[in-house]
């Protein structure tokens, strides 16, 4: 069974359009993520939480806004979506503490689609 | 400005032959390298991974060695498996950097039985 579940897996939306990608996380983590793979560019780092506190934010729009409601979750809402931003959006967990081990775990991901 | 590359792009190797995936990377801040595999359709998985202390890491059928003077690393794969057909990401982060990888590109891996 998935320990990190992503929904939906597959989407399509209308440019200018609004979604939300959810993430939740059952390995016990306290730290989650959300990582962008688009097309011919490499997976991108675009935020990271630690106990439900935003502690990095690489994406430069205010377009992409993280929710986390539970320590489990961690939702990101995209608004006036645009094609560009058409991607597979990739939510990952790991146990927060002050050693970075690069130790991931990904899920299986969210391909937005925006026509 | 990429701070990770990967070569090649793709590569073909036949079963039991050992395949090497070549990482190099800019900044010389990054100290911690893990080495991802991704299966269609699938997240990314951690394979293997290397501290810039160390030169060689090892486990089963999977080496990483790596060179910090030059910024370079590689992922051996020997005995190739066709179920070791994937996409390997090479990526790296600044340890107490909050596990913000830079991931290189990827280079797609088929090995043909």
């Known amino acids: 069974d998935p320990k990190i579940i992503q929904k939906p897996k597959y989407l399509v939306a209308v440019t200018g359009s609004e979604k939300i990608l959810i993430c939740e996380q059952y390995l016990g983590h306290n730290a989650m993520y959300w990582y962008r793979q688009s097309a011919k560019k490499p997976l991108e780092f675009m935020f990271s939480?630690?106990?439900?506190?935003?502690?990095d934010n690489q994406t430069a729009s205010s377009r992409f806004q993280p929710q986390s409601s539970k320590k489990n979750h961690l939702d990101l809402q995209i608004t006036a979506l645009k094609p560009d931003d058409s991607a597979t959006y990739f939510c990952a967990s790991s146990q927060a503490g002050t050693l970075n081990t690069g130790q991931l775990y990904f899920g299986e991901g969210s391909k937005l689609t925006v026509l | 400005q990429q701070q990770v590359r990967q070569s090649p792009q793709s590569l073909t190797v036949w079963e039991g032959e050992t395949a090497i995936l070549n990482c190099s990377y800019e900044?010389?801040?990054?100290?911690?390298f893990p080495w991802y595999q991704q299966f269609p359709g699938e997240g990314p998985a951690l394979l293997i991974s290397?501290?810039?202390?160390?030169n060689k890491k090892e486990d089963g059928r999977f080496t990483i060695f790596f060179n910090k003077r030059e910024k370079k690393l590689s992922l051996h794969i020997a005995d190739s498996q066709p179920g070791d057909s994937a996409t390997y990401f090479c990526a790296a982060s600044e340890t107490g950097g909050n596990n913000k990888l830079t991931f290189g590109q990827g280079t797609v891996l088929s090995v043909i039985p």
């Open positions: 939480y630690s106990y439900q506190k935003l502690m």
């Open positions: 290397i501290l810039s202390v160390s």
């Open positions: 900044n010389s801040a990054f100290d911690y």
